[in-house]
T-cell receptor, first 113, second 117 residues
């Protein structure tokens, strides 16, 4: 019940294309859903986050879509660039425990020029 | 620097040895977290400090693992009698505050890569 399942494990996209990464969760107590970006040898960095009171959040080229009834959320990267090549992690945490994150397994994104 | 600082960046030790990993959080951040990231996996929560006290240590795998934050700033993760399965990157993160109103935004350090031979 604590798991967050992420797919795909790896993704190759052409420059300018749309990258889509999906996550699903079981625990209905989760109320904070961030996405983190991690480059090799670096720590994860917060990219964008959403709470379940909204169905979509957009920041620049990055959009989170959230489906509370299906317990699924996804990250869309529009106009993907080679510099976006990294590993992306979805995560979730229960109410009032925003820092105690349950991470997905990660998606290794490669954007080809 | 302004970010979370972790030392050492790399540590190679032999099975059975004791290791300490240090984390210096962002100045003013009261909440500090330790996570462990195995190769090809997402980070896993270990322990969380609010100030000097461990508010949640439910992620520590066993009693060989211990962490302290005596003055509410720098934290040390201590691993006794290391095993090969302890090999991983140990990440530290801090956030501005916790409890009610926590934004949940964690700022991670670059990690300490531990290799147990």
């Amino acid at each position: 019940q604590q798991q967050v399942k992420q797919s795909p494990q790896s993704l190759i996209v052409q420059k300018g294309g749309i990258s889509i990464i999906n996550c699903a969760y079981e625990n209905t107590a989760f109320d904070y859903f961030p996405w983190y970006q991690q480059f090799p040898g670096k720590g994860p960095a917060l990219l964008i986050a959403i709470r379940p009171d909204v169905s979509e959040k957009k920041e620049g080229r990055f959009t989170i879509s959230f489906n509370k009834s299906a317990k699924q959320f996804s990250l869309h990267i529009m106009d993907s660039q080679p510099g976006d090549s990294a590993t992306y992690f979805c995560a979730a945490s229960p109410y009032n425990q925003g820092g105690k994150l349950i991470f997905g397994q990660g998606t290794e994104l490669s954007v080809k020029p | 620097g302004a970010g979370v600082s972790q030392t050492p960046s790399n540590k190679v030790t032999e099975k059975g040895k004791y290791v300490e990993l240090r984390c210096d959080p962002i100045s003013g951040h009261t909440a500090l977290y330790w996570y462990r990231q195995s190769l090809g996996q997402g980070p896993e929560f270990l322990i969380y400090f609010q100030g000097t006290g461990a508010a949640d240590d439910s992620g520590l795998p066993n009693d060989r693992f211990f962490a302290v934050r005596p003055e509410g700033s720098v934290s040390t993760l201590k691993i006794q009698r290391t095993e090969r399965g302890d090999s991983a990157v140990y990440l530290c993160a801090s956030s501005l505050f916790s409890g009610g109103g926590n934004t949940g935004e964690l700022f991670f350090g670059e990690g300490s890569r531990l290799t147990v031979l």
